[in-house]
Nanobody, 127 residues
Framework: QVRVEEAGGGSVQAGESLTLSCTASGLTFDANAMGWFRQPPGKEREGVACINWSGDTTYYSDSVKGRFTISKENAKNTLYLQMDSLKPEDTALYYC????????????????????WGKGTQVTVSA
């Protein structure tokens, strides 16, 4: 049974940083992909970033490029999202997603490619 669980959400001021983490148990990290999605209040869920098993393929949405960094520790089965220079528009419920196949592409991230999801962790950025 695969379990995906996020941690690290919270409330911060604009300009501050926050790091999210995600553990995926029951899923080997070999030849797979993991990603972060978010759903702002009243809006649809959107892709934020993804990374493949080796770490040589990453994707960032234009809205977070240069401010967020995705990384992973295969030995710990843990994914991270370092979020710097946070803005009020980054306020959202952040979801971690995992997939056994290498579905992370440099040009896009798609919800339908990921089969395992966490329940989300709330990030609130105030002005």
């Amino acid at each position: 049974q695969v379990r995906v669980e996020e941690a690290g959400g919270g409330s911060v001021q604009a300009g501050e940083s926050l790091t999210l983490s995600c553990t995926a148990s029951g899923l080997t990290f070999d030849a797979n992909a993991m990603g972060w999605f978010r759903q702002p209040p009243g809006k649809e869920r959107e892709g934020v970033a993804c990374i493949n098993w080796s770490g040589d393929t990453t994707y960032y949405s234009d809205s977070v490029k240069g401010r967020f960094t995705i990384s992973k520790e295969n030995a710990k089965n843990t994914l991270y999202l370092q979020m710097d220079s946070l803005k009020p528009e980054d306020t959202a419920l952040y979801y971690c997603a995992a997939e056994a196949l290498d579905v992370c592409m440099v040009s896009m991230i798609r919800e339908k490619d990921f089969g395992y999801w966490g329940k989300g962790t709330q990030v609130t950025v105030s002005a």
